[in-house]
């Protein structure tokens, strides 16, 4: 285990030893199938296959896919080795049959992805799903390349298990700077408001994401895991496919970030995480979530773009 001594700037979440036994004491192991109410809330820390059939059906409002990318990565104490397409898109379909009988049918599902593999896996999810929409985000920061495009963005498959699910357009808006601020026939401003920070509008959400940063070593939501999610990307799909009260699912949680948003947004959450480091660290970081629940990038009740200062929408 590292030690916890860093920069003051450095505001990355570190667990002790003594942390890690205290979190992974909270952690949760099946070996029966389980009711709902066993479930509810906690971080279960196995290989996912090993509980995919131990888990309730029908329970799940919001599934939300991050899988290992097809990709040479380590992830703590698991170590992913690249398939190739034909045998990556099996893997992710062996996983989609198994996993399907725990969703409701108002369910909806998010499924990221790589540019590699992305294709293929919309055909796949076809099989499973209707798939309403492919989101692609800009990920803000990536190695340069001087043979090819520098590898910038990642996606986000969007399905649902039936013509019958949720889809708050009003709770994902983004505000946005007016480059252009037109004004009526009175001079009145024409879909904008101005502030003292500049002129804003209020925007539908797009699958186009530009306003994402990734989390970085002086963010509070920061962890050593080296594919996390941002928050605020996570919170616009818990908010735009979920109600306060829904389950929200992450079958490859990571350092948690899923089941902290859903926390954060009053949803209940469930989580699967391999690692028991991770998983510990979804502990300790659900413990803050309880006291804490800014979520970067999202304030009084609206998304904003990067490098914007956010005041009260009236």
């Given at each position: 285990m590292k030690k916890l001594s860093q920069s003051p700037l450095n505001r990355t979440i570190k667990i002790s030893d003594a942390e890690f036994r205290k979190y992974a004491s909270q952690l949760v192991t099946l070996d029966k199938k389980e009711p709902v109410s066993k479930l509810i809330n906690k971080t279960i820390c196995q290989d996912l296959f090993d509980v995919i059939d131990l888990l309730p059906d029908n329970f799940?409002?919001?599934?939300?896919?991050?899988?290992?990318?097809?990709?040479?990565?380590?992830?703590?104490?698991l170590k992913v080795k690249a398939k190739s397409i034909d045998e990556y898109s099996e893997w992710v379909d062996n996983f989609i049959s198994k996993i399907f009988h725990i969703l409701k049918q108002t369910a909806s599902v998010y499924f990221c992805s790589d540019w590699r593999t992305s294709i293929s896996i919309g055909h796949i999810l076809e099989k499973y799903f209707y798939v309403r929409n492919r989101i692609t985000w800009e990920r803000e920061k990536g190695r340069g390349a001087k043979s090819n495009w520098k590898n910038n963005s990642e996606d986000i498959w969007y399905c649902t298990v039936s013509r019958k699910y949720t889809f708050n357009h009003e709770a994902v808006k983004l505000n946005r700077k007016v480059i252009a601020p037109y004004k009526d026939v009175n001079g009145q401003p024409k879909d904008w408001s101005r502030n003292g920070n500049g002129n804003y509008r209020l925007t539908f959400p797009s699958n186009l994401w530009t306003d994402i940063s990734v989390p970085f070593w002086s963010m509070p939501e920061n962890t050593e895991h080296p594919t996390q999610k941002p928050e605020k990307l996570v919170a616009k799909l818990i908010l735009a496919s979920s109600k306060k009260g829904d389950l929200v699912f992450d079958p490859f949680l990571g350092s948690g970030t899923t089941s902290v948003v859903a926390k954060k947004l009053n949803r209940?959450?469930?989580?699967?995480?391999?690692?028991?480091?991770?998983?510990?660290?979804?502990?300790?970081?659900?413990?803050?979530?309880?006291?804490?629940?800014?979520?970067?990038?999202?304030?009084?009740?609206?998304?904003?773009?990067?490098?914007?200062?956010?005041f009260k929408v009236e």
């Open positions: 799940v409002d919001l599934l939300i896919v991050d899988p290992p990318y097809n990709l040479y990565k380590s992830f703590n104490s209940n959450y469930l989580g699967v995480e391999i690692d028991k480091l991770y998983a510990s660290l979804t502990e300790k970081r659900l413990e803050k979530a309880h006291f804490d629940k800014k979520i970067q990038g999202y304030d009084y009740g609206f998304f904003w773009e990067r490098n914007t200062t956010p």
